[in-house]
């Protein structure tokens, strides 16, 4: 799954070829389609691969550091997608790759859709413990606004039209903005 | 022009083939290579193409009706961005396309980075009319957020994510919030 992974952040999904998946795994291609059965079983497992690698690190703490308030949880959350390792890099250029094939395959449709709604609603989980009053459609709603911009932030950023250290800031100010409309 | 963004929004950047953009145009692709001289001159000139036309409209307006206000231009300039017409689905998809492929591809970077000031500056025009006492730096910051939750919005769209009457909703409250936020 990582060499899988790794091949679509280098290649995208279009250049994608089983051939170089199998060489970068260092196994043969046949036990790649065994494993996979096809080209949509790749996509598949590595969209699941991804978002569990990104759940991983955007919710690893410093063991010695004090508990995160609320707030930070949040902010941590969604700021450790817009870090500069190779590990965050690969993640966000296969999303958005996995996204922009999207538009033109069905195939991943339902899948993506489904990875959209659990990742928003995670959010939705941490904004609602920062601001408890809030209902659960206005937690949904500024849930849905962070994550969407943060797609578009990363996307310029990867894609080179937005410095990293300004799509951090924007971001911090999209939380303040968010937190604050759901706070009055 | 017109059949190099249709030809993009149906097969992709990286599914782009002169022969099939010739067909398209009815012209043959001696004509095509004379014209642009090399695929990135296509994709250049595409991109040009699809921000004069999105330029065009997202500022058409019915001769009869009130002239708007500075509010109602601003969101109306926004939110013509998410509508389902062939020109505007094809227009999001070729963007969006030109985006995902620049970060594999250095080539186009500069001119997508150059088209995505242009853009943000015109929103933050627009939002300047709004809240006159903002400065610039507030303007620009809004309007690049703005922007960028549009591009993720319009991806999730385009990708089966979010129907496009929520993402429109998402949208408007986010201008709303902007607004607020310039003018506290």
Do not use: C
Request: charged share 25%.
């Amino acid at each position: 799954m990582e060499a899988a992974a790794r091949v679509i952040a280098r290649r995208g999904v279009r250049g994608l070829r089983v051939e170089e998946l199998a060489a970068e795994a260092g196994v043969s291609t046949a036990l790649i389609y065994y494993h996979f059965k096809d080209r949509t079983g790749i996509l598949r497992q590595t969209l699941e691969f991804i978002n569990d690698r990104a759940e991983r690190y955007t919710t690893e703490r410093d063991p010695d550091a004090p508990p995160p308030t609320a707030r930070e949880e949040l902010e941590q959350t969604l700021l450790l997608e817009l870090q500069d390792t190779v590990e965050v890099r690969e993640n966000s250029t296969a999303w958005g790759e996995l996204r922009a094939s999207a538009v033109f395959d069905e195939t991943l449709r339902e899948d993506l859709a489904r990875a959209t709604r659990i990742w928003v609603q995670e959010v939705a989980g941490l904004l609602g413990v920062v601001q408890p009053m809030s209902s659960a459609v206005a937690l949904a709603g500024a849930a849905e606004r962070l994550t969407a911009l943060l797609e578009g932030l990363s996307m310029r950023w990867l894609s080179g039209s937005l410095p990293l250290a300004h799509a951090r800031t924007l971001l911090t100010e999209a939380i303040d903005t968010e937190v604050a409309r759901l706070g009055s």
